[in-house]
Nanobody, 116 residues
Framework: QVQLVESGGGLVQAGGSLRLSCAAS????????MGWFRQAPGKDREFVAG?????NYADSVKGRFTISRDNAKNIVYLHMNSLKPEDTAVYYC????????????WGQGTQVTVSS
């Protein structure tokens, strides 16, 4: 199995920046793609960014967020700039394993709060 541990969340003012990290351990050879999702209070979980051979982003974060991956350390990062109050959510790291059609493993989540 693969274990995911996120870190880096916190409270930041609008316009500020944060970097989230997610370290994968265990059967990391089974990991194909890694990504970030978020869930705001009262809303469904939504895709934020993903990275495998390519990177892709939700329209709402394009140009502000950057996803990167250190394959040697099995860590994925989410660099968040120009944060807005509507970015406030619990952010979840996710993994898509080799052969899987979607993300199927999840971290515990880390809270990001952006004050206006």
């Amino acid at each position: 199995q693969v274990q995911l541990v996120e870190s880096g969340g916190g409270l930041v003012q609008a316009g500020g920046s944060l970097r989230l990290s997610c370290a994968a351990s265990g059967r990391t050879a089974s990991v194909y793609g890694m990504g970030w999702f978020r869930q705001a209070p009262g809303k469904d979980r939504e895709f934020v960014a993903g990275i495998d051979v390519f990177t892709n982003y939700a329209d709402s974060v394009k140009g502000r967020f950057t996803i990167s991956r250190d394959n040697a350390k099995n860590i994925v990062y989410l660099h968040m700039n120009s944060l807005k109050p509507e970015d406030t959510a619990v952010y979840y790291c996710a993994v898509r394993r080799v052969g899987a059609s979607t993300y199927d493993l999840w971290g515990q989540g880390t809270q990001v709060t952006v004050s206006s």
